[in-house]
């Protein structure tokens, strides 16, 4: 169908607005390489990761900038939180729909939707004054890896439950109406039908949830103790990339304020791969 | 037969339990925030000024600057998510690949962590724009961040509008975008405005982006130059940096809290009546 000159003139409007829209994303890649490369120059690769501790100055050759410790928090408390919020999510989303009346079900979905809503520095300061006075009572110091992952695990539940919850409600009816003519039981209909058609969905949920996890920054600066050090137990205080961000752009300068945006190019690049698996995962379910 | 029974029973009483668990930690921290909170809130908490670095005194330029950093985000958000949602939802079949890019990109800035959004704004709107750490450097940034959730939503609210009437409006020859400002965006507005209600959800909600943005002054904004504090990192500064201000910040929290809640219920039951009415039609 052909446009009228009034419907292109708008079409090209919007065409423009649309582009702007990617070219923010440009943007924001661009700045964050160009601030980060006089620390990629001055300071190189491999000191990031092989000198003696995170101790930076604005001069290169006097301070140390290892930022491994802060990547193994990352790592460690995503993972965690990942290990908790996975499988909960998933039995949730499974609740709402084989096991609770639909009432309840109903109820149960407002309810996560209402606790996806909550902002994250109220979940972090909740879990500074309730959650790490519990924790330092069973191991101090309090603040620590173990408060971080429940904290973040209480986070990205919601994700994990509305996407699998989805997820769920886009397996063909057939399936499961075979199963109950084959006479399989609830249980059995779920394991080996409903996770398997939905398997795309399900890894697709806890792929979101699992960069919410890593780019969470300020409940994870209140509950995590923020000491960069690599954690020996759950209850040793961690740093995670975010918070180092989150803590010290404040008041660096020279290589400091560089190599913060470097590891803030390295959350991106981390986050844009994860999406981009994502995307694939989804138009893989698409296609089956 | 027994055994096979007994293991389903206790496979459902587990998913029970994993249900009533979380139901449980929600309901904990909304009582802890509500019960701390209440006692500290009246008309002065939420009007006067703040006294010896938040310990005291109440949020009214809190609230004043986190309505103008919202204010200037919408503004700058709103012209670019509809135009976006426009070209993605009735556009879309002539130029596939120039969408596909810009949904991907949409996509790629939905992930994008708050804090490295901040890292961004502090370079660009703070430092190369000049803008220094003011509210209009905070809501640029926010505006960045709710782009993509936004568009979005505009783009679902847009395309739950029934085709019935792009056909009946092609068919009288009506040009498309008349046809979009009269007939399509009207019946689409409770979809939009659930759309606007995430987005305002989601920017409230905000800290990392706006710390390094905004700033942290927490005085009566004189103009949109100034730095000025939101709530959220009212809240964050007085848990972390200030001793003592554990009560104001659970009362900050509450109104946060209350407002966000407010929001969302609104945008559920917009969107939860509009695609009922669909069904309907």
New interface residues.
């Given amino acids: 169908?052909s446009?009228?000159p009034?419907?292109k003139r708008?079409?090209w409007?919007?065409?423009?607005?649309?582009?702007?829209?990617?070219l923010?994303?440009c943007?924001?890649i661009l700045?964050?390489f160009v601030?980060s490369i006089p620390a990629i120059q001055s300071i190189g690769l491999e000191r990031f990761f092989n000198d003696s501790s995170w101790h930076p100055t604005p001069d290169p050759s006097t301070g140390s900038f290892n930022l491994s410790a802060m990547l193994v928090g990352t790592l460690a408390a995503t993972l965690g939180a990942i290990i908790f919020a996975g499988p909960?999510g998933i039995?949730?989303a499974?609740?709402c729909h084989f096991?609770?009346p639909k009432q309840i079900a109903y109820l149960?979905r407002?309810?996560?939707?209402?606790?996806a809503?909550?902002?994250?520095?109220?979940?972090?300061?909740?879990g500074?004054?309730?959650l790490a006075p519990i924790i330092r009572n069973l191991a101090p110091p309090g603040p620590s890896l173990c408060a971080g992952i429940i904290i973040l695990t209480?986070m990205i539940?919601p994700t994990v439950?509305l996407l699998s919850d989805a997820a769920i409600k886009n397996i063909p009816k057939k399936y499961i109406e075979g199963a109950a003519a084959l006479g399989l039981?609830?249980?059995s209909t779920i394991k080996s039908i409903v996770i398997r058609a939905s398997k795309e969905g399900l890894s697709n949920a806890i792929m979101?949830a699992t960069?919410r996890a890593?780019?969470?920054?300020?409940a994870v600066?209140?509950v995590c103790g923020n000491i960069a050090q690599i954690p020996n137990s759950l209850f040793d205080p961690i740093r995670t990339l975010?918070a180092n961000?989150?803590l010290e752009?404040?008041y660096a300068t020279g290589q400091h304020r560089s190599s913060?945006?470097f590891s803030?190019l390295l959350?991106?690049g981390i986050?844009?791969m994860?999406?981009?698996i994502s995307?694939k995962l989804k138009s893989e379910a698409i296609r089956d | 037969m027994t055994d096979?029974t007994l293991?389903?029973d206790l496979?459902?009483g587990?998913?029970?339990c994993?249900?009533l668990?979380?139901?449980f930690?929600?309901c904990w921290?909304l009582f802890?925030?509500i019960s701390h909170g209440i006692p500290e809130i009246s008309w002065t908490f939420l009007t006067s000024s703040v006294q010896q670095a938040g310990r005291s005194g109440g949020i009214g330029p809190i609230i004043i600057s986190t309505l103008l950093i919202l204010l200037v985000c919408l503004c700058v958000s709103i012209?670019?998510a509809l135009?976006?949602a426009?070209?993605?939802s009735e556009?879309s079949n002539?130029?596939q690949r120039?969408?596909r890019?810009?949904s991907?990109?949409?996509?790629?800035?939905?992930?994008?962590?708050?804090?490295?959004?901040?890292?961004?704004g502090?370079?660009?709107f703070c430092i190369i724009c000049g803008l220094g750490f003011s509210i209009l450097s905070g809501g640029l940034t926010l505006a960045?961040m709710v782009?993509p959730i936004l568009?979005r939503s505009i783009e679902i609210g847009l395309r739950s509008v029934s085709d019935d009437y792009r056909l009946a409006g092609?068919a009288l020859a009506i040009?498309?975008?008349?046809l979009l400002w009269r007939i399509i965006l009207p019946a689409a507005t409770p979809g939009l405005v659930a759309g606007l209600m995430l987005g305002i959800?989601r920017a409230?909600?905000?800290?990392?982006a706006l710390?390094?943005t905004s700033g942290y002054v927490d005085r009566m904004p004189g103009s949109l130059l100034d730095s000025g504090r939101a709530l959220?990192?009212h809240?964050?500064d007085l848990?972390?940096n200030v001793s003592g201000g554990?009560t104001n910040?659970y009362a900050t929290?509450l109104i946060?809290?209350v407002l966000?809640?407010v929001?969302?219920?609104v945008a559920?039951w917009l969107s939860h009546r509009f695609l009922y009415r669909k069904v309907q039609l």
């Fill in positions: 169908m446009l009228s009034l419907d708008w079409f409007l919007c065409r423009f607005f649309a582009f702007t829209c990617a923010i994303i943007f924001i700045f964050l601030e909960l039995l949730a499974i609740f096991y609770a149960f407002r309810m996560i939707e209402l606790l809503g909550i902002p994250s520095v109220v979940f972090g300061f909740w500074l004054v309730t209480m539940l439950v039981s609830r249980w979101l960069g890593i780019g969470e920054t300020m600066v209140m975010t961000i989150a752009l404040g913060l945006f803030g959350l991106l986050i844009t994860m999406v981009l995307e | 096979k293991s389903q496979i459902c587990f998913i029970w994993v249900a668990g979380i139901t930690m929600f921290i802890d925030i012209p670019l135009a976006t426009i070209l993605l556009f002539s130029h120039f969408t890019l810009i991907t990109s949409l996509e790629i800035l939905a992930g994008i962590p708050s804090i490295v959004f901040g890292l961004f502090n370079a660009f960045c782009l568009t092609a040009p498309r975008v008349k959800g409230l909600a905000e800290t990392a710390i390094f959220s990192i809240i964050y848990a972390m554990e910040a929290a946060l809290l966000l809640l929001i969302n219920l559920q």
